[in-house]
């Protein structure tokens, strides 16, 4: 059953030898330095493009930069060398690459003005709460690269593989918000970074195990890879426990939000005109936006409204379309 399963997924013909996937994964076999020397330059010019596209807020620019960043080639390498129970230099080249984007993306926040608000750019805020969905799109593009690495005839995939991981935004997000002092922002670019760094070196070990490559390599084994699956396990629990958790945490926020905007629109049924615009939480405040022909009812009677329906504590801020701010206070109190 699973050798047919295997034929049907890589059939003889088009089945690249160990020696080929060797050669492109491996980055110190072969031509090493001229393999190293594009890696460095390719991973320093992707790093610019994203750092660029993250701070323009520019999708176009940050998919260019997954298309050419290299990152993933080592990091097959590790799930190559682990079904072949071998050592390899796949962690260094993924290690250091990993830091020197991050320290890219530091120096690209010394021209982010301090009172920016980092949420407000589109290309931080979808890197900065990862979710199980993310995990989940994570492994299934690990699958399609591994099986597009062993197959001769469907390379083209490749590119779309490139944007479907992302590898060095996150990467770059995690080092702007460090370079601003956003640690909490910096730490979830961070975790979306590892769980797909895991998602990848697991379904890549799924694929070249089950294709046969780890047979290959039997010679030179030098340690159990009962104990690498074992670790990979556990690092994949992990990271989808966290994720599980952060998306419980979506889904309150979502219902605080949506209970938020019910409130607010009650608050104002009595005054002509007026209705709701906006509800957003961020950095642990509630942001209500609306619009208002006439004066608001007092704000007292908002945080009234919302007691019960938000978490007590949170401070509220309610902003009107002709741009007045009021500090309602927090919930509760």
């Known amino acids: 059953m699973l050798s047919s399963l295997r034929d049907r997924v890589l059939p003889d013909h088009q089945r690249r030898s160990l020696e080929e996937l060797e050669e492109d994964l491996d980055l110190s076999a072969g031509d090493r330095r001229s393999k190293q020397s594009a890696f460095w330059t390719m991973l320093v010019l992707a790093a610019v493009i994203a750092a660029a596209g993250v701070l323009t807020d520019s999708t176009a620019t940050v998919i260019g930069a997954m298309i050419i960043a290299p990152l993933s080639t080592p990091i097959m390498g590790i799930a190559l ?61 690990g699958f399609a690269g591994a099986v597009a690495l062993s197959r001769r005839d469907v390379a083209a995939v490749l590119p779309g593989v490139a944007i479907a991981i992302s590898l060095v935004p996150p990467l770059v997000v995690t080092g702007v918000c460090a370079g601003q002092g956003a640690w909490w922002l910096a730490l979830g670019s961070f975790v979306l970074f590892v769980s797909n760094l895991v998602a990848l070196v697991a379904a890549g070990m799924a694929v070249f195990g089950g ?21 990979l396990g556990l690092l994949f629990a992990a990271a989808g426990l966290v994720l599980a ?89």
Do not use: C
Request: charged share 15%; aromatic share 4%.
């Open 81 to 141: 060398g682990a079904v072949q129970r071998r050592r390899s230099t796949a962690v260094l080249f993924v290690t250091g690459g990993g830091l020197l984007v991050v320290a890219i993306g530091a120096l690209a926040s010394l021209v982010v003005p301090a009172s920016y608000d980092l949420l407000s750019d589109s290309q931080i805020s979808s890197r900065t709460s990862p979710g199980l969905l993310d995990l989940v799109a994570a492994l299934a593009t």
């Open 245 to 333: 958790a952060n998306t419980a945490g979506a889904l309150l926020v979502q219902l605080w939000t949506t209970r938020a905007t019910n409130a607010t629109a009650d608050w104002l049924a009595d005054s002509p005109g007026a209705s709701v615009v906006n509800v957003q939480a961020h950095s642990r405040t509630l942001y209500v936006q609306v619009r208002a022909p006439a004066d608001l009812p007092p704000v007292e009677s908002l945080l009234a409204a919302l007691h019960g329906q938000i978490p007590d504590g949170v401070p509220v801020v309610v902003t009107t379309t002709e741009g007045r701010q009021i500090q309602a206070g927090r919930v509760g109190d």
């Open 211 to 231: 294709l046969g490559y780890a047979t290959a390599g039997r010679r030179r084994e030098t340690g159990s890879v009962r104990r690498t699956y074992v670790v």
